[in-house]
């Protein structure tokens, strides 16, 4: 595709990012978030599951808890301190619900004005079938946005810290999804891309588990490689592109 893209819109203060697996930012969103938060704004990391199914040859009980750690360093590098998981199956995710409920409950709390995710329409790349866990969490998100909103929606739900009520937030703008193939927007990551990089290759457990000759092993040419191929249909050097959905 080389249809000009539009700059992704960045008035905006909070964001909460979705995703099915630990790694799953780190393939291009991430040097987009690190932007932001260099901006001042606030990025919560929200994971469906702990990825413990993904890596062939560590038994998931040792893998999910690996992956999990490598989640949360990988965040801190672009600039996000606050990581939650929701425990669900690897592998196994629908987008029913009661992960419609969970979502909504996070958007709750975290009150974004925008959410982040990755591609969950049906192939990745044109070609590819995309993992069921993507597809479900995608269409679960956009969902839960709309859900948070309506008071007469799960209406017992409650901050599990200090057990008080969740008032509905139904101040979700958009949702933003990377590597989608009906991308619409993108974001200028060539002083950022660095960091994108770094925070790849702090996920060392799930890509040394990867089969040899797997595309995006190396962390560095994969994602230059990508935002460079983007970066002209935004007129600058590096971007990632996202497909942009009004809520």
Request: hydrophobic residues 40%; negative net charge.
């Amino acid at each position: 595709m080389t249809d000009a893209l539009e700059p992704l819109p960045e008035d905006w203060d909070r964001a909460l990012a979705v995703v099915a697996h630990p790694d799953d930012l780190e393939y291009g969103a991430a040097s987009a978030v690190a932007r932001w938060t260099a901006q001042g704004k606030s990025v919560t990391y929200l994971l469906v599951t702990d990825g413990e199914a993904g890596i062939d040859g560590i038994p998931p009980e040792e893998c999910g808890p690996l992956r999990r750690q490598e989640e949360i360093a990988s965040a801190r590098i672009v600039g996000v301190e606050t990581v939650e998981f929701l425990g669900r199956p690897d592998g196994l995710v629908t987008a029913d619900v009661a992960l419609r409920r969970d979502l909504a409950a996070a958007i709750r709390r975290h009150r974004p004005d925008v959410v982040v995710s990755i591609n969950f329409r049906d192939q990745w790349g044109g070609a590819g079938w995309n993992h069921v866990d993507h597809r479900a969490t995608g269409l679960a998100l956009l969902d839960a946005a709309r859900d948070a909103g309506n008071r007469w929606l799960f209406t017992d739900l409650a901050d599990p810290d200090s057990g008080d009520h969740l008032e509905p937030w139904p101040g979700v703008r958009f949702a933003a999804f990377s590597g989608s193939d009906l991308a619409t927007h993108a974001v200028d990551v060539t002083d950022w891309i660095h960091k994108g990089v770094e925070s790849l290759e702090a996920h060392r457990t799930y890509l040394d588990g990867l089969p040899e000759g797997t595309l995006g092993t190396d962390p560095k040419p994969f994602l230059r490689g990508f935002a460079a191929q983007t970066g002209p249909r935004l007129g600058v050097e590096l971007a990632v592109s996202f497909e942009v959905i009004d809520l």
